[in-house]
């Protein structure tokens, strides 16, 4: 069974909406964070959000603030990030990722090795 599983990448205009889902059900050791990391052919992985598990706060790269919101929903064990307004930037394949230790802080900087990944989910923006 895979920990982590993400679905809901699509192709959406410029300027559209989407929202990924990250399924975490098979995950069974309790985890501090869990959080979406992106990577678009040629560039770096990128932490884009995360939100802990502890007291539910939420963190965002600049880059997405005011566009994207991650939520959670503990009876169904699934992480949401609703993405709105995408930019031609935002095309990517978005990866859901989950720790037991580390907090959002630490998880966004894409430094540190984490538990789980998932297998990720594509999501292109194309007039």
């Known amino acids: 069974q895979a920990h982590l599983v993400e679905s809901g990448g699509d192709l959406v205009q410029p300027g559209g909406s989407l929202r990924l889902s990250c399924a975490t059900s098979?995950?069974?050791?309790?985890?501090?964070?869990v959080g979406w990391f992106r990577q678009a052919p040629g560039k770096e992985r990128e932490g884009v959000s995360c939100i802990s598990t502890r007291d539910g706060s939420t963190h965002y790269v600049d880059s997405v603030k005011g566009r994207f919101t991650i939520s959670r929903d503990n009876a169904n064990s699934t992480v949401y990030l609703e993405m709105s307004g995408l930019e031609t930037e935002d095309p990517a394949v978005y990866y859901c990722?989950?720790?037991?230790?580390?907090?959002?802080?630490?998880?966004?900087?894409?430094?540190?090795?984490?538990?789980?990944w998932g297998q990720g989910t594509q999501v292109t923006v194309s007039s």
């Open positions: 098979g995950v069974t050791l309790p985890i501090t964070a």
């Open positions: 990722v989950a720790d037991q230790v580390l907090p959002c802080t630490v998880v966004l900087r894409g430094v540190a090795e984490l538990d789980y």
